[in-house]
């Protein structure tokens, strides 16, 4: 992993640790998600969604990650990894793979890790790294259109236990104003969330299954799926 030569490998490296900690173990938390019953869904039985996305690429996070692990959509439309943060996409080659597969659209889901880097201010550190990611890949990909996802919210108990996730409204309104910045969509996944509470997973952070299709449903209605 390339890191910035004033950042001390053994410090980052440290920081990566805490970082995938806090987040908790995604694919643990997916196969041993027990909490929820699974809500009924609306979504159209014999959809295609790497079909509908097949232009599509998403980078993010162990969130972003639920995509692929549960086979919604396939690896060539999902960069993602838990504890990704912009920083670490910037500096770990995300760019160069999601160029390297030409999408003319690219959904970015990340911040659920940033808001927990240990710093004075998570924010305005994360959103520094954010600009310079959207920017390297409107360099390289200048026709792609790009859309920033909001942070998802968690639950009141994952709040509890992790008070950082209280900064998550003020993230997003950052997110929010970046993407006006930057000239980048933004939608807001708040209101998908809220109206399906019960797909949280067992930490409260992370989703169940059935919330992805629900997600690109979300998505196709909210932005233009090209």
Not at 78 to 86: E, L, P, R, S
Not at 146 to 151: F, Q
């Amino acid at each position: 992993m390339q890191m910035r030569k004033n950042k001390p490998g053994m410090l980052i490296l440290a920081i990566i640790m805490l970082l995938l900690a806090a987040c908790g173990s995604h694919n643990n938390e997916q196969a041993n998600n027990t909490a929820e019953q699974p809500e009924s869904s609306s979504v159209p039985e014999s959809v295609s969604y790497e079909e509908m996305y097949h232009a599509a690429v998403f980078l993010g996070d162990s969130i972003t990650e639920g995509l692929l692990y549960h086979e919604v959509l396939n690896e060539e439309q999902v960069v993602a990894g838990a504890g990704k943060t912009a920083q670490f996409a910037l500096e770990t080659g995300n760019v160069e793979e999601v160029v390297a597969r030409k999408p003319e659209h690219v959904y970015i889901h990340l911040g659920s890790t940033d808001i927990l880097w240990p710093t004075d201010d998570p924010l305005s550190y994360s959103m520094s790294y954010y600009a310079q990611l959207i920017e390297e890949i409107r360099d390289q990909l200048p026709d792609a259109a790009i859309t920033l996802l909001s942070v998802t919210p968690v639950t009141a108990e994952a709040e509890e236990t992790e008070p950082r996730y209280g900064n998550i409204a003020k993230y997003n309104e950052g997110l929010k104003a970046l993407a006006a910045e930057e000239q980048a969509d933004y939608i807001d996944l708040s209101p998908l969330v809220s109206e399906h509470p019960g797909l949280y997973d067992t930490d409260g952070i992370h989703f169940q299954a059935e919330f992805y299709p629900l997600l690109l449903e979300f998505l196709k209605d909210e932005s233009d799926v090209r």
